[in-house]
């Protein structure tokens, strides 16, 4: 099975990602003087640094990580001893930093809170990906992420998706649709849904899904000619049903009480898809450490 495509986000949009939690941390982002510990020390001092990993994770978030110094001062130089996407060890080094003290220790929380979530959804996401491994050589079957992300990390946190090995999902409602049961209720049925959404699709360049909640339902929507349906919290054995009864006639994904216990049955059912949005809003942040001495 292809790996996913990595691409980063736009370079403007890391941009202001950082310059905005820059703003949170330094008030009107001048670290001259928007840093009052810092402000403490010598403006000549400067400092070497290390920064460790100290758990086993995958890396990701380097652009972010390395724009907040970069913001601060662009005299600060980093070297990085990894790349997004590797799988590091406990306490292994991942960058070295040398530049003024006071730079330093104003953009290390930032920087650090950025490359530590970024990690942990890479974490979380290889995770799974992983576990299905085995299952999705031979079926096909791929991790996909959700709109679960936390706010104002979208971009982000769908990179990080994509660097732990699994596949994006739409990135907001304004590139693809998706008809969900409260849809399906103003619309007045299933088949009245999915034609305004072939209509729309079609002359957008799109495409469409439709999440279902039965087996019923299911029957509906394959009747209908939906192209992709999302089979919401079905048991296994619904799965199994389900994918006999599409018979290859729609993409199907799954959704809804997905966990590493149960993933690998789940792909095990021969699904196209399983979306979780446990990858980007149950993660836990990696623990990342920066260690200085004065030069």
Known sequence: ??????????SAAIEKLVR?????????????????????????TRLRARLFCREPAVCCG????????RQV?????IHWLCADGDALAADTVVCEIQGGARSIVSAERTALNLL????GTATTVRQYVDAIAATATATGTQIVDTRKTIPGLRRAQKYAVAVGGARNHRLGLFDRILIKENHIAA??????????????????????????????QLQQ????????????????????????????????????NVSLQNVRQIADTGVHYISIGALTKHLKAIDFSLRAERI
């Open 1 to 10: 099975m292809p790996k996913p495509t990595v691409l980063l986000p736009p």
């Open 20 to 44: 905005d939690a820059l703003r949170e941390d330094l008030g009107n982002g001048d670290c001259s003087n928007g840093d009052l510990s810092a402000a403490l020390l010598e403006p000549t």
């Open 62 to 69: 380097i652009a972010w990580f390395t724009q907040v110094f």
């Open 73 to 77: 001062d662009d005299a600060i130089q």
């Open 116 to 119: 530590q979530t970024l990690s």
């Open 187 to 216: 619309a007045g049925s299933i088949a009245a849904a999915i034609a305004r959404a072939r209509a729309a699709a079609e002359s957008q360049h799109s495409w469409f899904e439709i999440e279902v909640e039965s087996v019923a």
């Open 221 to 256: 929507a394959l009747a209908a000619g939906a192209p992709r349906i999302m089979l919401d919290n079905f048991d296994l054995p619904m799965l199994r049903r389900g994918v006999a009864l599409a018979q290859g006639r729609a993409e199907l994904e799954v959704s809804g």
